[in-house]
């Protein structure tokens, strides 16, 4: 059993700052990657950032140059930092994990609750 949980959302006024977190535990034999997604009522599920194993990190347009992305692979934890936060960055951002557990002997994606960011204008 693998759980993914995210912490750190709330509400912060325009401009402002705010740190997410995300935990993975459990039967964890390895994470390939891990990242953050954001989805606001009424639209679809959008990237938000996404750290690959070995590979470039990717950021989602809206958010470059303000959201920052960092991963402390000996605690399995993902960390967003986000600054100069916009009202339309208000949404409930959820952490992902692509994870092998101890118990399958395929890799698949590990999702979290979500946390709720409102922006104040």
């Known amino acids: 059993q693998v759980e993914v949980v995210e912490s750190g959302g709330g509400l912060v006024q325009s401009g402002g700052s705010l740190r997410l977190s995300c935990a993975a535990s459990?039967?964890?034999?390895?994470?390939?990657?891990m990242g953050w997604y954001r989805q606001a009522p009424g639209k679809e599920r959008e990237l938000v950032a996404a750290m690959p194993d070995g590979g470039n990190i990717n950021y989602g347009n809206a958010v470059k140059g303000r959201f920052t992305i960092s991963r402390d692979s000996a605690k399995n934890t993902l960390y967003l930092q986000m600054s100069s936060l916009k009202p339309e960055d208000t949404a409930v951002y959820y952490c992902?994990?692509?994870?092998?557990?101890?118990?399958?002997?395929?890799?698949?994606?590990?999702w979290g609750q979500g946390t709720q960011v409102t922006v104040s204008s």
């Open positions: 459990g039967s964890i034999f390895a994470i390939a990657g």
């Open positions: 992902n994990a692509f994870v092998k557990s101890f118990s399958s002997d395929y890799w698949r994606p590990y």
